[in-house]
């Protein structure tokens, strides 16, 4: 049975940082495109960041170029974001995302495992 669970979510204050972490069970992370997505209240959920199989290319949508950063940690079979210089606007409940793929993108079609979710919310 397989498993992704994110954690490391929570309260922020503008300017300030968070680093997610989205552990998995009964899949191995390594060799598949990982993406981290986000959906806020009445928005549709959208790609944040993401990571090809061999973890040498990232993808970032527009919004957080310079701020978040996707990694990955084979031996703990674990991908975190890091995000920085956090925003009123990043506030939302961001998931992570596993795929059979080797390149990575913003379509949610190309993840087959997905996690539950943890909040952030920024604000002072």
């Known amino acids: 049975q397989w498993q992704l669970v994110e954690s490391g979510g929570g309260l922020a204050q503008p300017g300030g940082s968070l680093r997610l972490s989205c552990a998995a069970s009964?899949?191995?992370?390594?060799?598949?495109?990982i993406g981290w997505f986000r959906q806020a209240p009445g928005r549709e959920r959208e790609g944040v960041s993401c990571l090809t199989s061999s973890a040498r290319t990232t993808k970032n949508v527009d919004s957080v170029k310079g701020r978040f950063t996707i990694s990955r940690d084979n031996a703990k079979n674990t991908v975190y974001l890091q995000m920085n210089s956090l925003k009123p606007e990043d506030t939302a409940l961001y998931y992570c995302?596993?795929?059979?793929?080797?390149?990575?993108?913003?379509?949610?079609?190309?993840?087959?495992?997905w996690g539950q979710g943890t909040q952030v919310t920024v604000s002072s």
């Open positions: 009964g899949v191995t992370l390594d060799y598949r495109a």
């Open positions: 995302a596993a795929g059979l793929a080797t390149l990575c993108d913003f379509s949610e079609t190309t993840y087959n495992y």
